[in-house]
């Protein structure tokens, strides 16, 4: 079974710096996906950015982009020009590319509550 | 806009008593649902898989008769709290999984906005 562990409960940033969640995981897989999931206060779940295993290159939308390690199963989050909004709770999430079963499901790390300081 | 919608918001019931909590599909027919549940300040832990036209698939530990699972419709899952006690207060969600064929490495899940339940 595939497990994400996020072994940051808190983190703070002053608005306008750039800050960086950590994940890692474990799987015997070699092609899978990988995604951040921003929960803020309203608790609705927001994909935030995704990867693909099979792709080299680390996915980026706009702020956001992602260090993905494969060798080193790590998947870590920055955030640059910090705001406000971004303040919320991030989730790592995997999900194996097999369509059926249990495999169909995300695995979610246990979180990690980001505060921006104005 | 949002693509899955979930009723009622927020509910307050008393011990013993039964909430439905729906979960609709806005603009997909989604053949598979997922009924998550969440703890203050903590993961989202899969209850349930949602299965159109056939039985749900519970994660173990998962009370089958106490957390009933309809999907019935393609753009319909039902989640009933039977006999609801204090202890399963939590916020329930639940999200679609697309499949784009085309495009399979794009498994897009989306999350409805959830549901808090408080049972006094």
């Known amino acids: 079974a595939q497990t994400v562990t996020q072994s940051q409960p808190e983190m703070s940033v002053q608005e306008a710096e750039t800050v960086t969640l950590s994940c890692t995981y474990d799987?015997?897989?070699?092609?899978?996906?990988l995604f951040w999931y921003k929960q803020p206060p309203s608790r609705q779940m927001i994909l935030v950015i995704r990867?693909?295993?099979?792709?080299?290159q680390n996915a980026t939308e706009n702020r956001f982009s992602v260090n993905f390690q494969k060798a080193a199963k790590s998947f870590s989050l920055k955030i640059s020009d910090s705001q406000l909004g971004d303040a919320a709770m991030y989730f790592c999430?995997?999900?194996?590319?097999?369509?059926?079963?249990?495999?169909?499901?995300?695995?979610f790390g246990s979180g990690t509550q980001l505060t921006v300081l104005p | 806009g949002a693509v899955v919608s979930q009723h009622p918001s927020w509910v307050i019931c008393k011990s013993g008593t039964s909430v439905k909590i729906e979960c609709r599909s806005l603009?997909?027919?989604?053949?598979?649902m997922f009924w998550y549940r969440q703890f203050p300040k903590q993961s989202l832990m899969l209850m349930a898989t949602?299965?159109?036209?056939?039985?749900?698939?519970?994660e173990q530990g998962v009370e089958k008769d106490k957390f009933l699972i309809n999907h019935a419709s393609l753009t319909l899952s039902t989640l009933t709290v039977t006999s609801a006690h204090p202890e399963d207060s939590s916020f329930y969600i639940c999200?679609?999984?697309?499949?784009?064929?085309?495009?399979?490495?794009?498994?897009?899940?989306?999350f409805g906005p959830g549901t808090r339940l408080t049972v006094l």
């Open positions: 603009d997909f027919q989604a053949t598979t």
């Open positions: 990867q693909e295993a099979y792709k080299q």
């Open positions: 799987t015997s897989e070699s092609d899978y996906y």
């Open positions: 949602s299965n159109e036209g056939s039985k749900a698939t519970y």
């Open positions: 999200s679609e999984r697309r499949e784009e064929w085309d495009v399979i490495s794009y498994n897009e899940q989306f």
């Open positions: 999430a995997y999900r194996s590319t097999v369509s059926s079963g249990s495999a169909r499901q995300l695995t």
